[in-house]
């Protein structure tokens, strides 16, 4: 059964090349000291059934700790990434990314040790032109930086 991941990418204009992204730094201690390839969009896994753009939302507040803006949302699709297919929105909007809260996950650590702590699934979130989002983002979701170009300037 393939899992399904949806996600919001926030965007406005600045930066370098006019426009910039919001992603969020995966937590934890495998992501801890990476950086390059080491962001995502801000998303999570829901249910066969369950409509993709309310887990979109649902999941942006629980990674970054209040709920997305408001605004026009539009679908940029779907691709392929680490056995699941992410389903992505782009809107419009600001976002204070130096104010997040993500929840938590539990994981042993370190491995085989017996002990288990919580980590945030996010650690940071950070704004970004398109040229670094680029390095930033995890390989599989970048196409999404090109559909948002598209989609943005036409």
């Not at 753009?53 to 026009?72: D, K, T, W």
């Amino acid at each position: 059964m393939t899992r399904l991941s949806a996600g919001l990418l926030l965007h406005r204009e600045g930066g370098e090349d006019g426009l910039e992204v919001l992603l969020a730094h995966m937590g934890g201690p495998f992501w801890a000291k990476k950086d390059e390839r080491a962001w995502s969009v801000p998303k999570g896994e829901y249910a066969e059934g369950e409509e993709p753009l309310a887990a979109a939302y649902r999941e942006f507040a629980e990674e970054m700790g209040r709920p997305a803006p408001e605004g026009r949302v539009v679908d940029l699709g779907q691709v392929r990434q680490s056995g699941k297919v992410v389903t992505c929105f782009a809107l419009a909007a600001d976002f204070d990314a130096a104010r997040i809260s993500s929840n938590t996950f539990t994981l042993e650590w370190p491995p085989r040790s017996g002990r288990t702590e919580e980590f945030p699934e996010v650690d940071r979130a950070e704004w970004f032109g398109l040229a670094a989002a680029r390095l930033k983002l995890v390989k599989g979701q970048v196409p999404f930086l090109d559909r948002l170009v598209e989609a943005v300037r036409g």
